[in-house]
C-alpha cells in the first residue's frame, strides 16, 4: 500500500551525501506515518513468543492502553483501518467476549513483580460508539477491572462518527470519565461528504457535535479532510469555520489518501500531480487559518487550541514504547517486538479475522508482529520525535542511545536540509516553541522541521524507513 520514495541510493554509513546539483522532486503525500514499522512490515511469528517474557522486563509504571472496535455503520471510501460494516447477531457480544477474555490473559502476562500502571487509555476503531450504551459500560469495565486501567483519574480518549453519538452512549462515555471525544466529520459540505464515500447530512453532524458538547468532556477533536474531488479553498474554508464555530480544543486536518481496496481506490488517479498541488495548497490554507485563529501546531495533522492544557499524550498517535493493544485490529508495542493480529482490508478477509478473534480462547502469545533492532528504535525515535512540530531533544536522543541523530542518519538529514525541510532557526517569530539546532548542529538543543518541511511530513517520514521495512512493506500483498 505504500510507494517507496524516489531518491537516491543511500550513502554508506557514517557518511554524508554530497550532491553537485539540487535535489530531485518528491512527491509530498507519499505515506501517513502514524506509527513505524507500519502493520504491512508485521509478519506471522512462528514461534509465537509468550506475552509473559515479552513484557517481563519491560517498565510497566506508566503503560498505554488502547482497545479496538472494529466495526462501523459504513465504509468511508478513504478508510483503510482494520474496521467491518455491521456486526450481524450477537457479534458484539462475542466481541467483547472476546476482549474480556483477552484482557485477563494480558494482565496476566504482565505480572505483578513490580508497579503496572496505566497512564492513558484510547478507544479507538472502527467506531468504539457503534457499541451501545450497555456495552460501552462493558467495554469500560474490561478497561478498567479486566485491565487496571483507572478510568476518571488517567485521560480517556474515543472516537465516534455523527450517527453513532447518540446520547446516552455518550453519557455512559462522560461518566465513565472520557476526556477527549474525537469526531470524525470529514467535511461540513454534504457534496463533499458524498464524493468522499462518508454520506452524512450537515445538520446530523452538528447535532452530535451539540451532543458531545452537552457532556461536558473537556476536549472535542473533529477531523476534516482535504483533497476531496470538487473542493475548493471557499469550501474547505466554510467547513474549518464550520468545525471553528464549535471551538474544538483539537482539530485534525487530514490529507485526502486513495488506498488499495477501498471505497475510492477505482475512482481517483493517485499519482496525479494536480492533485498534489491541491492538497498542498488546502494544507497551507488550512494551516495558517488555525493559526491565525488561535490554533497552535502540534503536528501536519494536529492543531490545538493554544488556551487548552494538553491532557495526556499530545498526538494520539499510539506511538510510545509501553502500549497494550487489545482487539483484533490494535497493536502492542514492547521495546524489542511490536505484535498484533493478522491485517487486512477487503471485508472477507476483515471478516475471517474477526471471527478467528471472537473463537480464540488462548490470548497468552503475539501471532504477528516484527522485531525492533537497534537500528529500528533510532529510526522510530527519529521520526516519531521529527514530525511533532515540537521536534526532537537531542539530550534525550543521546541518553537513550549515545549518539545524535546526526551520526546515525547524516545523509537524510543532509537530503532533508538541502530541501529546505529543516529548521534552522530563521523561521522567526512564526514558531511558537523557541528556537532550534540547525541541521548541522552538534546535536545539542532540538532538531526539528521547518514549516515546510512539516508540509511534507508524508515524505519525511518514508524517507527514513529502513530498506528492510521498506521491502517488506513492498513484498505485503493487499488483501
Ligand atoms: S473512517 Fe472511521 S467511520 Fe469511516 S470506515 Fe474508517 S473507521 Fe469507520
Redo the contacts with the bound molecule.
Sequence with gaps: MTTAPARAADPAPGTTAVRATAPAAVRPYQDYVYAYPHKTAYRPLPDRPALRDLWRAEPKDALALYLHIPF?????G??N?F?RVGAPGDLTTRYLDALDRQARAVREALGDDGPVRFAAAAFG???PTFLEAAELERLCDIAEHGMGAPLGRVPLSV?A?PATATADRLAVLAARGATRISL?VQSFDEREARAAV?PQHRRDVDAALGRIRDTGVPVLNIDLIYGIDGQTPASWRASLDAALAWRPEELYLYPLYVRPLTGLSGRTAVDDPAWDAQRLGLYRQGRDHLLERGYRQVSMRMFQRADVTAQGPVDHACQSDGMVGLGCGARSYTSGLHYSFDYAVGMPQVRAIIDEYTATRDFTTAPHGRRIDADEARRRHLLQSLLQAEGLHAADYRARFGTTPQDDFPAELADFAERGWLDDGQDGPDRQDGPATSAGGSGHGRLRLSPEGLAHSDAVGPALFSARVRADMAAHQAR
Design positions: 462501523c455503520e459504513v465504509r468511508c478513504f478508510c483501518l474496521t476503531g472502527g467506531t472516537e462518527s470524525g462518508r
